[in-house]
């Protein structure tokens, strides 16, 4: 497990050089270059905003301006879903480069963690300069707490790396894999807080408290059990923490920090695991 | 089988001398580089389709139960310093899973393989390109796989440019390549290596006739420069020119294991000709 690690060190410029090339060939051919990543995000922004507020005229107070408020959760799922996405299909993509020339392979799904990694850091300042230019809910003009921001985005590649290294192996052996992927990342999504905060979902789950008191068996705090188990999912705590920093100039609960951190340890730790598991065997089903 | 190759692996020489004697007359033995000790690899045989979801939910195995084909199987093999080791047999006898394992591309199955020593590989030209960029990034890049330092690529990349005779296309995207000019930047790249152990399967012809010429100097260029070589082919003749030893596979296994001439004599006659035919070779 070690002589891997350190060999995945070794090989950094490998690593450094297909982040850079994959960066170069998505900018290259096209005229709109990398603003292509963007599209993606604006579009499903001015979609969600029209729906919502345009048409069901849901707009809360709190979440306006509801375009920043969403392109938060937006960027930070497509950081995840591209990078799963691309994972999930790249050992069998890249079968002739594994068959002709020894590397360790797992920089094939790391590259593409990091270069959509920059892609969303970039979709970050987008975000931090829309909401000074058009005025997030930060009325305090407070912005200590945007010392949040990094710490999250380092958590973030570490949970996303957590997820794509194991998905590259399942995705090479099992082919149908890619297909449900895309499905599986969108109910993701939805399940998390993007078209909504959290506190949407602690007010839904409240409703449920009446109802429950009736039935004996059940515990009498299920909407905050509940919610806990909610916010287990770790874009939860990202996007939450997101928007805290950025779009109201607060802090993320100091027990969300604490889970994150583990989530990232214990997904990580497991992904790494399954990766060198299956690595070598992946080449003969490829 | 088995103890033909295992018997003469220890000797390379036609005639040998007693074992007290060797020890008291000899210089010091050459360097071993490479031991593999009863290797095998093997792969699934009859995959009519690949793993579905269902079938391994239903399986508990995401690889499910399948018949295996070794590959190879109870080969053993010790080279050493200064041999130029061939590997001949039909198709399907092995030869490139053992260049692959000798790669550490794949890892055995069974038994062991000791390398002491950097290996390079040339199994397959250009195989990391990608398409939509230019010559030169592709050469970066390609080196970065091969891990060349970045130094030492900045040191070789005109050469390594000239090599290829590319000109004014190393800044156009390889996908307006041609397949001759894709295998020309592939090998001029794979050739800046300087490897102890070089493993080769079949690439010996590469681009237009001028070029091939060029190619076979810098082959041989290499191949003087590296301390043990192991080349993979069909060709006898080839194989006789070059070769110190000769391994010759048959269905995974040791047909045969000894000096080149011997084993190369031999393969020929079961074969029925002195050589395969050239347009086979190419194929």
Redo the contacts between chains.
Sequence with gaps: MISNLSNLVA?R??L???VR?EL??ST??TRLGWLWWFLDPLLLMLIYWAIVVGVLGRGKEQYAPYPVFLLCAIITWKHFASAAGTSTRILRA?E????????PTMVLPLSQVLSNFLFFSFGIAVVFVASMLVGGQNHSGDYVPLVQVPALMALQIVIVAGFALPLSC?GA?????SG?IVHLLRIGFYMSPGLFGIDMVRDALKRLDPKAAEIAWLPENLSAILFSIYMLNPFAILITGYRNAIFYGQYLEWRYWLILLIEAVILSCIGYRIFQH?D??V???I | MTAESSNSSDAPVATRPGPTDAAAAAPPPPRRLVQVRDLGVW??LHRKK????KS?LLSGH??AKHELLWALRHVSLECHEGQVVGVIGPNGAGKSTLC?TL?????PDEGEVRIEGQ?S?L???G??F?R??SGR?NI??YA????I??RRLDEKMEEIIDFSELGGFIDE?VRSYSTGMRARLGFSVVTTLDPEILVLDEVLSVGDRAFRAKSEERMRQMMRQSKLIIIVSHSSSLLREICTHCLWLEQGRTRRWGAAGEILDAYDEKMGGTDADPAETDA
């Design positions: 090989r410029d490998l450094r050089e297909l090339s170069r060939s290259a051919e890249k002739p480069l594994i068959k002709a020339i020894p590397f399942f052996l099992l082919t149908d894999l449900l299956y070598r065997r080449i003969k089903f | 792969f699934r690949r793993t579905s979801l391994a995401l690889a692959l790669a550490r591309i794949l890892t290996v590989s199994l397959t030209l195989a990391g990608n939509e960029l990034a970066q890049l970065a796989f091969l891990g330092p970045r995207p």
